[in-house]
């Protein structure tokens, strides 16, 4: 019922910046909650920031300051503004979209690696 494509990812310095998109299509309608996840090897899938419809923002400590979570309703976009990165940033990046019915959808995942 939604599809999602996520782009942005990459190979950064330490202290530079990416911004990741996570585009919907579909029935996006009555999607309620939008957010970004993070995973590394070994460790388990953990939230970084996330929204609601009302406009409501949520981010783990370890990137409040650095990361914003934004959307474009025209576009069915949210993204995510990654600055200062750090090293312990790198991970593979997934969007996650829920709607009513109990109806979760996530993206491919994209990796953000930041090395120097």
């Known amino acids: 019922q939604v599809q999602l494509v996520e782009s942005g990812g990459g190979l950064v310095q330490p202290g530079g910046s990416l911004r990741l998109a996570c585009v919907a299509s579909?029935?996006?309608?009555?999607?309620?909650?939008m957010g970004w996840f993070r995973q590394a090897p070994g460790k388990e899938r953990e939230l970084v920031a996330e929204?609601?419809?009302?406009?409501?923002?949520n981010y783990a400590d370890y990137v409040k300051g650095r990361f914003t979570i934004s959307g474009d309703n025209a576009k069915n976009t949210i993204y995510l503004q990654m600055n200062s990165l750090r090293p312990e940033d790198t991970a593979a990046y997934f969007c996650?979209?829920?709607?009513?019915?109990?109806?979760?959808?996530w993206g491919q995942g994209t990796q953000v690696t930041v090395s120097s």
């Open positions: 996650r979209f829920t709607a009513y019915g109990a109806r979760i959808y």
């Open positions: 579909g029935r996006t309608f009555d999607i309620y909650h």
């Open positions: 929204m609601t419809r009302a406009g409501t923002t």
